[in-house]
């Protein structure tokens, strides 16, 4: 009968890692995005990260920009420009942050875990565990700014022909027809922050091949603001990225869900600016991250932000915030419904009677261990049946034991199942 125990154990190890391994594991926003990134990474692309305040919007940019005399990079700015400050920085920020979803998923993992561990011996599956259950951590976002030779300035015009001349004042050749997508802008109520730079892009020979080295300017921008916002010049024929990071939970006012990728993440360790800190928590730092690629812009219209949370997280959220005050109670509650399950079902397996065996399922909760006590030292009703036969007990803990497994990943399993729609 010990062979059938041992080969019940093995059996039972076998099951239990076979659907570890089917259990599903979607793709997250961030390996979307991610693969989006490495697909297009010939194309140059336009980073922004937002901060946004009392009114106060603070930004951080790394635009489209190259050394050539018709590449510019201007912002409007609505409101008094006494107001505006800007400057250059060395790094764009770099943040790191883990879907809700994912930290949910993995909460549960580790619940489910300890439930089964309550059998001892299944207590090597924790290590054999599939590591993608681990926080996805979105990229880095960084770069590094080449300072020389980056002009940036705060311009005003009412017309085309009075901003063309301005920029040709300033060394820049640009058309009228090519300044045509700045036109709603010219006015009294804008000013138009105007970035270029100066000089030639260096190259250098390295293993027969030309290398071209892009040092992209990253800027500091502060100004009043009654949302976060963010114009949409269109430049026909224009390649690449367009990434906003914003501080918290926004949506886009007015826009289709799918005209970006979206994904929002919790960080525990944000490289954000100084001047960031003070509006932002100490931890658990919220992002948005939307994204955009096209050859041509699809959006219209100036993107204007506004507060919001994306559809169905709400499940995640609340398991992605609870303490271990909270999941040791819970994983007590579902040990004790497995346990009571599972005792109940293999007392119908081996003496063809529910009662009773079900409730004696419940000394699981002080381990597979006390219920071998009881079945051999405890002189109760229950323990006079086991007397009876002594393989009959024997077959009744391994029926027990695989079921507390097999019923667990079911039920855990199950709550997963809205973190991956």
């Given at each position: 009968?010990?062979?059938?125990?041992?080969?019940?154990?093995i059996?039972?190890?076998?099951?239990?890692?076979a659907?570890?391994v089917?259990e599903?594991?979607?793709?997250d926003?961030?390996?979307?995005?991610?693969q989006?990134s490495r697909?297009?990474?010939g194309y140059?692309s336009e980073?922004?990260?937002?901060?946004?305040h009392?009114?106060?919007q603070q930004?951080v940019?790394?635009?489209r920009?190259?050394?050539?005399?018709?590449?510019?990079w201007?912002f409007?700015l609505?409101?008094?420009?006494?107001k505006?400050?800007?400057?250059?920085?060395?790094?764009?920020?770099n943040?790191?942050?883990?879907?809700?979803?994912?930290?949910?998923?993995n909460?549960l993992?580790?619940?489910n875990y300890a439930?089964?561990?309550?059998?001892?011996?299944?207590?090597?599956?924790y290590y054999?565990?599939?590591?993608?259950?681990?926080?996805r951590f979105?990229p880095?976002?960084?770069?590094v700014?080449d300072s020389?030779?980056?002009h940036?300035?705060?311009?005003?015009?009412?017309?085309?022909?009075?901003?063309?001349?301005?920029?040709k004042?300033?060394?820049?050749s640009m058309?009228?027809?090519?300044?045509?997508t700045y036109?709603?802008?010219?006015?009294?109520?804008?000013?138009l922050?105007a970035?270029?730079?100066d000089g030639?892009?260096?190259?250098?020979m390295?293993?027969?091949?030309?290398?071209?080295?892009?040092?992209?300017p990253?800027?500091?921008?502060?100004f009043p603001s009654?949302?976060p916002?963010?114009?949409?010049i269109q430049?026909?024929?224009?390649h690449?990225?367009?990434s906003f990071?914003?501080?918290?939970?926004?949506q886009?006012?007015?826009q289709?869900?799918?005209?970006?990728?979206?994904?929002?993440?919790?960080?525990?360790?944000?490289?954000?600016p100084d001047?960031?800190?003070?509006s932002?928590?100490?931890?658990n730092?919220?992002?948005?991250?939307?994204?955009?690629?096209g050859?041509d812009?699809?959006?219209?219209?100036?993107?204007?932000f506004?507060?919001?949370?994306l559809?169905?997280m709400?499940?995640?959220?609340?398991?992605?915030?609870?303490?271990?005050?909270?999941?040791?109670?819970?994983?007590?509650i579902?040990?004790?419904v497995?346990s009571?399950l599972?005792?109940?079902?293999?007392?119908?397996?081996?003496?063809r009677k529910w009662r009773?065996f079900?409730?004696f399922g419940?000394l699981n909760?002080?381990?597979?261990?006390?219920?071998?006590?009881?079945?051999?030292?405890?002189k109760?009703?229950?323990?006079?049946?086991f007397?009876?036969?002594?393989?009959?007990?024997?077959?009744?803990?391994a029926f027990?034991?695989i079921?507390?497994?097999l019923?667990?990943?079911a039920?855990?399993a199950?709550?997963?199942i809205p973190?991956?729609?």
């Amino acid at each position: 009968m010990r062979k059938t125990t041992v080969l019940a154990a093995i059996l039972s190890f076998v099951l239990t890692q076979a659907i570890c391994v089917a259990e599903p594991n979607e793709s997250d926003a961030n390996s979307v995005r991610s693969q989006s990134s490495r697909t297009h990474r010939g194309y140059r692309s336009e980073r922004v990260m937002i901060n946004w305040h009392d009114g106060i919007q603070q930004m951080v940019v790394s635009p489209r920009l190259t050394p050539d005399t018709n590449s510019i990079w201007i912002f409007p700015l609505k409101g008094e420009s006494e107001k505006v400050k800007f400057s250059l920085t060395k790094n764009f920020p770099n943040f790191y942050g883990a879907d809700s979803r994912e930290i949910a998923r993995n909460v549960l993992t580790n619940a489910n875990y300890a439930v089964i561990a309550t059998q001892l011996w299944t207590i090597p599956l924790y290590y054999f565990r599939d590591e993608n259950s681990d926080y996805r951590f979105s990229p880095g976002i960084h770069g590094v700014v080449d300072s020389n030779g980056v002009h940036i300035e705060l311009l005003k015009a009412d017309s085309l022909p009075a901003l063309a001349q301005q920029l040709k004042d300033r060394g820049r050749s640009m058309q009228e027809a090519e300044l045509e997508t700045y036109a709603k802008y010219l006015n009294n109520e804008y000013s138009l922050l105007a970035v270029w730079r100066d000089g030639n892009e260096p190259n250098i020979m390295q293993s027969g091949l030309r290398r071209s080295y892009h040092r992209r300017p990253c800027i500091y921008l502060e100004f009043p603001s009654e949302k976060p916002f963010y114009p949409m010049i269109q430049k026909s024929g224009r390649h690449g990225r367009l990434s906003f990071t914003l501080t918290g939970f926004w949506q886009i006012a007015g826009q289709e869900p799918n005209a970006f990728q979206c994904s929002q993440f919790i960080s525990q360790d944000a490289n954000i600016p100084d001047s960031f800190k003070s509006s932002l928590p100490q931890k658990n730092i919220p992002f948005t991250n939307f994204s955009l690629f096209g050859r041509d812009n699809v959006i219209q219209n100036d993107i204007v932000f506004v507060s919001g949370r994306l559809k169905g997280m709400a499940y995640a959220d609340a398991i992605s915030k609870m303490s271990y005050l909270e999941l040791i109670p819970l994983g007590f509650i579902a040990l004790a419904v497995i346990s009571y399950l599972s005792a109940g079902i293999s007392g119908l397996l081996t003496y063809r009677k529910w009662r009773g065996f079900a409730g004696f399922g419940l000394l699981n909760l002080l381990s597979i261990v006390a219920m071998g006590i009881v079945i051999n030292y405890k002189k109760t009703g229950i323990s006079e049946i086991f007397r009876r036969d002594k393989w009959k007990p024997r077959i009744f803990l391994a029926f027990f034991s695989i079921i507390v497994v097999l019923l667990s990943f079911a039920l855990f399993a199950m709550l997963k199942i809205p973190l991956n729609i």
